[in-house]
T-cell receptor, first 114, second 120 residues
Framework: GENVEQHPSTLSVQEGDSAVIKCTYS??????FPWYKQELGKRPQLIID?????GEKKDQRIAVTLNKTAKHFSLHITETQPEDSAVYFC?????????????FGSGTRLQVQP | EPEVTQTPSHQVTQMGQEVILRCVPI?????FYWYRQILGQKVEFLVS????????KSEIFDDQFSVERPDGSNFTLKIRSTKLEDSAMYFC??????????????????FGSGTRLTVV
């Protein structure tokens, strides 16, 4: 089955700096890659996702890049703010109608220092 | 914004007891899922449900687990005989179909707020 590795496990940045979180996946058939933000004790919330037919997607301060050949994808957060502090999970999935189980990475705890 | 709702938010149960976790998915969603997250660990897939049947399940989802959509709106996870290691946060999620024509749309899941299950 799919295996998703995520690095780093913790990341501390100064407010205003950029943060980059990287993930690799093992199954070349995976075609959907979402990123979730989880604040302490709360549900994972989708912040951005990318499908395998595009290499990059941007939404304001957040961007995701995908390299299908190397089987890795990254989350980029620019101009970080203290409210960006949370655990971020990447995930991968093979989308088949009715079957879209996500395999999650182990998470990155991002701390933005004011 | 539509939400996936889960009840109860916290359940404490004795080892060996049966528990039912309840979820109300978003009304126009067609795909339903249960995930769990042991404290401090990553989110793990349990089961997906589509067209009134299980479409995929993980090795975690053994015979003590079952899912049901009894009335067209609720989606339940039953754990027949709870064990200490079942203690976790259980998240329900729902998703809609993926429109191949819309390149830049987000089509991820929406997770519920979770049920924290504590087995003592």
């Amino acid at each position: 089955g799919e295996n998703v590795e995520q690095h780093p496990s913790t990341l501390s940045v100064q407010e205003g700096d950029s943060a980059v979180i990287k993930c690799t996946y093992s199954d070349s058939a995976s075609n959907y890659f979402p990123w979730y933000k989880q604040e302490l004790g709360k549900r994972p919330q989708l912040i951005i996702d990318i499908r395998s037919n595009v290499g990059e997607k941007k939404d304001q301060r957040i961007a995701v890049t995908l390299n299908k050949t190397a089987k890795h994808f990254s989350l980029h957060i620019t101009e970080t703010q203290p409210e960006d502090s949370a655990v971020y999970f990447c995930a991968a999935s093979i989308w088949v109608p009715g079957r879209r189980a996500l395999t999650f990475g182990s998470g990155t705890r991002l701390q933005v220092q004011p | 914004e539509p939400e996936v709702t889960q009840t109860p938010s916290h359940q404490v149960t004795q080892m060996g007891q049966e528990v039912i976790l309840r979820c109300v998915p978003i009304s126009n969603h067609l795909y339903f899922y249960w995930y769990r997250q042991i404290l401090g660990q990553k989110v793990e897939f349990l089961v997906s449900f589509y067209n009134n049947e299980i479409s995929e399940k993980s090795e975690i989802f053994d015979d003590q687990f079952s899912v049901e959509r009894p009335d067209g709106s609720n989606f339940t996870l039953k754990i027949r005989s709870t064990k200490l290691e079942d203690s976790a946060m259980y998240f329900c999620a729902s998703g809609r179909t993926w429109d191949r024509g819309r390149r830049n749309s987000n089509y991820g899941y929406t997770f519920g707020s979770g049920t924290r299950l504590t087995v003592v």
